[in-house]
């Protein structure tokens, strides 16, 4: 069990009619708020109606049209703009994770006087950031109960994770309400999504047992609420569920003590949703068993097999590999069964630029010190078997 | 699932050797430290010395002698004179939970003009607290993670749980290796505790599949992992991944959405370690399976059969009542094996008092609350199971 040091200061107010309580938590961090939110959805909700209403004694400031898969420029320069000009007390974000990353990365750079890419480039160390109150509407990425978010630069093609522990929202709203009318596409994404967040984390060298147990409950009650979702789209209870199984995704307290992953499905997918911008949890899908079958060895066999067995409920009496090849399969036959495409030449991606993006993972992601390292070949090979 | 609100903004700094961080984490708290601990287990250690050397540069006051079932007189208010009359801006809390607990009342305390109990009673609600930093060095209450502490008065045989978000440490520092010395006896009582915080939560209507796998993992490792100290107490690995199951025990992260248990065990223990000064984790054990089987019943039962499938591998084709008897018998069984005396009589309860604890209990600890409310012939007739 390695050393480790650990705090999360979010405060989670979590379920149905809860954003009444929004007015007293924005009042204790000033009177200027940002408000950033993405395309319409959050006005089709009500929800953009709902926040002016109880903040209308508050003075707002406006960023809209956040994208999925965040922007460097306009977003992030355009918040941190505003931020400056307008000495925004707090920013308060309305949507999934894009637009909490984004807004993150706003928060950070408004307390900066360079360039605000020298803090995600890790140029520089940010010395301090401006509070984030979150409001989600997407049950995904985790952002809202982690510090970390990607944002991405078109014109060099990269898609960069910043995490700073100045970065975790200070109050993170949950109201499953909100994910009732998340489509089919973007709830299934939203599970793969946070699917992947625990096996980058359960695929290591060194576990205990109560994460191996935290972990593996995870997965179950992900396919489990997911599948109930698609069926029923307002069954609280499964959208309740699944919003807190994302909402502990990303955060450090599923694997506290072990060994580091490396996290290379999410280097791998940053690739391609950064030259294709393609949704991320259907690129972690696609990826992800691709991956498995290709790390799959003597040294990884044992994780695996317990992966099957515990997850799925393989029987541990079988041949170990059968065991391990099987859990992968019904890794990529689940992702699939809730409407995922399974093939990158579905989400528009075909081989032509596979070299190109294996090279910049490469050289990027830092993925030769993973569990189970991988060089340009080894990412290309992956790339080709996902196609 | 139900609406909750949660934060934990306790610092976790987990490992061998991170004592080395404590004077860059006490600087951030002031200059004056009052360092409150118990017997003589923290010199035989090495700890006391080593703090004091740590410290060397801090103006420290010491407050000595606190007992297991802390008090409230002497160690609480005299551990508020100090800090009044010195103007102390740290606690530094050295040893096992009930050095903590007793630190927490302190802190509360050291902030009121009032008598201290007026806030651990609940009649006064504390407006501010003294930082506390723990040093753990007995695996078991979980106070290093949870904002409670549990206070005993002799002259009126109270034992209070008193709770507020104030009394988060605000750092806890947990080395395992402070806990290769700890006797059988309060390993053994160490895991019986952290056990039954668990069943506690994990014993009421309403779950989540999260939450239950996160309680099993909790239950089985605990297991898993207090025999492996016993058998060798200098095992890091099964003294940390311990530690960190009990840490986790009594905070609200593995029950988040669950409906109120009522915690049964706990309000009746209390008038056993009240009235007996016994060992917490021994009553606790004693108590929990007498309490299963007397709540044991068509309304309860699902639960018990999902306990004994999931933490004690018990075949879920059999009768629902053969397997939660079976489980509770498991539970008694492994509270037995690790060495733990499973009758009162063996503690040096007898029944002379039972009538007068059960009365205690039915007037003070709201159980007629609990998930399966207990009345005073309920208690009793726990009690005397438990001779």
Known sequence: MQNFDYMTPTRLIFGKGVISKLPEVMRGFGKKILLTYGGGSIKKLGLYDKVKELLKDSEIYELSGIQPNPKYDPSVLDGVKISKEKDIDVILAVGGGSVLDCSKAIAAGAKYDGDPWDLISYKVKAKAALPIVDIITLAATGSEYDSGGVISRTETNDKIGYMDPLLYPAVSFLDPTYTFTVSKKQTAAGCADAMNHIMEQYFCEDSTLLNDGFME???????????????????????????????????????????????????????????????????????????????????????????????????????????????????????????????????????????????????????????????????????????
Chains 1, 2 share one sequence.
């Open 217 to 387: 409950a995870g997965l179950k009650s992900l396919m489990v609420n997911a599948r109930k979702c698609l069926d029923n789209p307002e069954d609280y209870t499964a959208r309740a569920e699944m919003m807190l199984d994302c909402t502990y995704g990303c955060n450090a307290i599923y694997s506290l003590g072990n060994s580091q992953s490396g996290w290379p499905c999410h280097g791998m997918e940053h690739a391609l949703s950064a030259y294709y911008d393609i949704t991320h949890g259907e690129g972690l899908a696609i990826i992800t068993p691709r991956w498995m079958k290709h790390i799959l060895s003597e040294k990884t066999i044992d994780r695996f097999v317990k992966y099957g067995v515990n997850v799925f409920g393989i029987d541990c009496k079988h041949d170990k590999f059968d065991i391990a090849n099987k859990a992968i399969d019904e890794t990529y036959k689940f992702f699939e069964s809730i409407g995922i495409p399974m093939h990158l030449k579905e989400v528009g991606i075909d081989e032509s630029r596979l070299g190109e993006m294996a090279h910049h993972v490469a050289e990027n992601e830092g993925l030769e010190n993973a569990w189970a390292p991988l060089n340009e070949q080894d990412i290309l090979d992956i790339f080709k078997a996902s196609l």
